[in-house]
């Protein structure tokens, strides 16, 4: 079969592959910016039981594999009685992991932002939720947009794991072709290049033009 | 379903031994990944277009791709041309690619670190290249690179268990193999997970001291 054929037999079942992996990705990217954010300000807590739990929580779920935690959550808990469906088990696996990544990227840029800002905040009598609310947030995204871009990037590639507990994305649809049709090398490098497409030519320039909003928003651009 | 301490006990040699196997895989991929790393950066740096364009395109490409897809494309694409290759050079050969393109570019970052008038001065002193990249740029840019290189380190083992999926008889592979034998899937799941911990934590503390280390030898030299 020539690749013409194969592209035309074959595409579109890889194209619907592909809108569940975006659909993942864009799910555990929601509940990795939601727990980043989190435990990101946690680390920052001078209350020790609150920024020691946010340590925990950081250095468990990047000390581990994410296939191990993927796999704990959707093979493991069913056994305590817990049973999640592969799409929730895969976003969730996901989002808590590059969210533990992304809390260091969170501390990292509220510690960027200029001691001044705090004092300023203070003097006006500013209580410290609307300090961090108005004063400290919207000045971090500059600062963390161009790390948490890298992460959103590496986010897309992990979601392929997914596939190992059967939610039917991109890779799991390669994996099925492959099985039927044997035509590894048009199947695996069609879907090398779909992912390749989707971080270069949509991903990036997204995360880029967030990026340049940031940068406008706050007068840099 | 609960916890079973003797099952847990029973099964411990067989995971310590497959954890030998992860270390082992993980070793060699970063091997690999160093030294393809350095030539990767070396390609994209030559000043011809014929070969650093090509060169700077593939280390783009193979960085946001999937590794799992990778690793299906190499060991299922090979025997297709011909070539057999064994799970385990797939595995290697596919994550020393992989993270080969991340050291390259973690190299070229602290090249370019090393501020640009340690050249001049070397030209100034009519060192030769070779010698300008041995005794100076060299020993300054890898402080500089070090701590890319450690996490690096890190993620590879770290990525390891993505071996399974095409039957490398890891730390994953065996307790997939365990859960389908004996149909416990608690401790070894759980098991793994905590040997993962108990190796990277100090592995990353480790590497930060290093760092720290060579960062103070470096300062004692300089003055």
Redesign the interface.
């Known amino acids: 079969m020539g690749y013409w054929e194969f592209l035309v037999e074959y595409l579109p079942k890889l194209a619907n592959g592909a809108v569940m992996t975006v659909m993942v990705m864009v799910c555990a990217t929601l509940l990795a910016v939601t727990v980043s954010m989190v435990f990101g300000l946690m680390r920052l807590s001078s209350h020790f039981a609150i920024q020691g739990a946010a340590t925990v929580y950081i ?2 779920f990047r ?7 993927l ?2 959550i959707y ?2 808990l069913p ?2 009685g817990l049973t999640l469906s592969p799409f929730i088990s895969g976003v969730l696996a996901l989002g808590l992991n590059f969210g533990a990544y992304g809390a260091e990227i969170v501390r990292g840029g509220i510690q960027a932002v200029p001691r001044g800002q705090y004092e300023a905040a203070l003097a006006l009598n500013m209580s410290p939720f609307s300090r961090m609310r108005r004063i400290i947030i919207p000045q971090i995204y500059t600062i963390i947009l161009p790390p948490a871009a890298n992460l959103t ?1 590496e986010l897309l ?5 997914v ?2 507990i059967t939610v039917v994305d991109l ?1 799991f649809v ?2 099925q072709i ?1 099985a039927t049709t044997w035509l ?2 048009q199947v ?2 069609t ?2 290049i779909i ?2 497409a989707m ?2 030519f949509a991903l ?1 320039p997204f995360l880029r033009w967030l990026e340049l909003i940031a940068a406008r928003k706050i007068g840099k651009a | ?1 609960e916890w079973r301490w003797e099952f847990a006990w029973e099964i411990l040699p067989r995971m310590l031994w497959a954890t030998g196997n992860t270390l082992l895989a993980a070793g060699v991929g970063y091997t690999i990944a160093v030294v393809l790393g350095l030539v990767l950066m070396l390609g994209q740096r030559t000043p011809y277009r014929l070969i650093n364009m090509p060169v700077r395109e593939l280390v ?2 193979v960085r ?7 690793l ?2 190499v060991f ?2 090979a025997p ?1 041309f011909g070539i057999k290759l064994s799970a385990w050079t797939a595995g290697m050969l596919t994550i020393g690619l992989h993270f080969g393109t991340y050291l390259s570019e973690v190299y070229r970052g602290a090249l370019e670190g090393v501020p640009k008038s340690q050249w001049e001065a070397c030209r100034a002193l009519n060192f030769t290249t070779g010698y300008t990249y041995r005794r100076v740029i060299l020993p300054q840019a890898f402080p500089i690179a070090l701590p890319g290189m450690g996490n690096y380190l890190v993620g590879i083992f ?5 071996l ?2 095409i039957g490398v008889a890891e730390l ?1 592979h065996t ?1 997939n193999a365990l ?1 389908a034998e004996t149909y416990r ?2 401790e070894p ?2 098991m ?2 905590f040997i ?2 108990i190796i ?2 100090p592995t ?1 503390m480790g590497l930060r001291r290093l760092e720290a280390a060579v960062a103070r030898a470096q300062g004692n030299t300089r003055h």
């Open positions: 250095e468990f000390g581990t594999s994410l296939l191990v935690q796999y704990w093979y493991v056994l305590m990037v590639k992990a979601t392929a794991l596939a190992l890779m390669a994996k492959n590894s090398a695996f490098g879907a090398l992912y390749y971080a270069r990036i | 379903m783009e490409f946001s791709t999937p590794l799992l897809v990778q299906f494309f299922f694409v297709q770290k990525d390891t268990p993505l399974a999926t994953m307790a859960g899937y608690l799941y759980t793994v997970g993962f911990l990277s934590l990353a």
